[in-house]
């Protein structure tokens, strides 16, 4: 939730530090780290009110699938049964 922070400076950014909590540690601009940090706990209220879940890089229930890309996002927003993002064939949206 950082201007100028889209999937290719993220993966740079996890590569350099190890993690998005180091990487935002180290934000030169806190200013942007705090709007970043008030719109990402916004965003997850909002979410958890219609339902959706945030699938985060790393977390176990990512699609595989999604690795292969070379600019995996950062997160997703999901809805309706997780079970479902198994190795099974799935439509998506995403935008």
Known sequence: MIDGVGCATFAELMERFGS??????????????????????????????VGMRLLAWGDPLLPRSLHDLDDIPPVLWAVGDLALLGDVPRVAIVG
């Open 20 to 49: 998005a909590q180091c990487a935002l540690d180290d934000a030169e601009r806190d200013g942007d780290r705090t709007r970043a940090l008030t719109a990402a706990d916004t965003a997850l209220g909002d979410a958890a009110r």
